[in-house]
């Protein structure tokens, strides 16, 4: 893989944070990415009247979002921009796709959200944005920092969020079913997620911890504070890199010093895989359990770096290649 490719892959998984995400793929004016989560604590909280029990949302709606901004809904939003891809699996998730009339360059799930306005990729183009006039837009509070600001400037209604974890991104979408009066659709995305949780970390409850190192991006790996680390966590595996915080560069001695059992990383569309170039070409790794067994393992990339609703089908997924025999 040629140096530009290799700085561009460092860029979409790596930055802060330069990393946050990856999406943290970050579609807005952000220097992270959205595969990256941020330092600040998901604080979303709902200070609104609670909604009838006929799961009807009752507006006015005031909710404080990631921000510590409160934003009131007079009504159910009709024309919704979502900057990151996590936000719009959101929204459609809980069926509001039709109101979605703008999205960032890499949402590419569900396959309609394809055919919608494209308003930027790691950088929100502001004016498209406006000239679509939502009355909504849902972005990333630690990877649309600039872009939040500039469009609230305009007096565009923007609902930011970060969550950290596995919980807080469920808490995220029962708010968007809040906020789009979709409480009994978001509350069977929710269900599903605690589901899964449920079914995996009672699978692996009695099992030991196996050492893990993951590699999302060539060199860097993820580390504590983070949901990934928490799903690696949730899913019966010790991360070996949860020393340090975030995401980070890791020196490829720490790692054989750790020596992992099983080596994680995405299953890349670049053939070779850049990421298992690295690891085969690192001197010393052949002394690492994980490459003498071949216990490497590629996962889906998507869910498992989007604070979106395919987190729970990437939580199964890692305890499926870290637990096999427990978790089916």
Not at 5 to 24: D, E, W
Not at 25 to 34: N, V
Not at 96 to 125: F, H, I, L, R
Not at 227 to 249: C, H, M, Q, R, V
């Amino acid at each position: 893989m040629n140096e530009k490719k290799r700085n561009m892959t460092k860029i979409l998984f790596g930055l802060l944070l330069a990393m946050l995400l990856v999406f943290t793929a970050a579609c807005g004016a952000s220097s992270d990415k959205e595969n990256k989560p941020s330092n600040s604590p998901a604080n979303t909280e709902q200070t609104a009247t609670p909604a009838p029990s006929d799961n009807t949302t009752a507006y006015p709606l005031t909710l404080k979002d990631d921000t510590g901004t409160e934003i009131t809904f007079a009504q159910a939003p009709t024309k919704v921009v979502t900057l990151v891809p996590s936000e719009t699996e959101a929204i459609y998730a809980i069926g509001s796709g039709e109101q979605v009339v703008g999205v960032d360059q890499y949402s590419n799930y569900p396959e309609e959200a394809a055919s919608k306005p494209k308003v930027g990729d790691m950088t929100t183009n502001i004016e498209a944005v406006a000239a679509l006039d939502p009355d909504l837009v849902l972005a990333s509070s630690s990877m649309n920092t600039e872009a939040i600001t500039k469009l609230r400037e305009l007096k565009i209604p923007v609902f930011a969020s970060d969550p950290l974890t596995y919980d807080a991104v469920i808490a995220k979408i029962e708010n968007l079913g809040h906020i789009m009066n979709k409480q009994t659709e978001a509350a069977a995305v929710a269900e599903h997620m605690r589901a899964v949780k449920q079914q995996v970390t009672d699978a692996v409850k009695d099992a030991d911890k196996k050492n893990v190192y993951l590699e999302f991006s060539v060199g860097w790996t993820v580390g504590s504070g983070t949901f990934l680390d928490e799903l690696l966590t949730l899913a019966g595996g010790k991360n070996i890199a949860a020393g340090s915080p975030g995401w980070y560069e890791i020196s490829a001695e720490e790692v054989v010093k750790q020596n992992p059992e099983l080596i994680i990383y995405p299953a890349l569309k670049e053939e070779p895989n850049p990421i298992v170039v690295g690891i085969e070409s690192r001197p010393g790794w052949d002394v690492i359990d994980a490459v003498k067994n071949k216990h490497m393992h590629a996962v889906t990339e998507d869910p498992l770096v989007r604070v979106g609703p395919r987190l729970a089908e990437g939580l199964l997924e890692l305890a499926k290649v870290i637990h096999p025999d427990l978790v089916k």
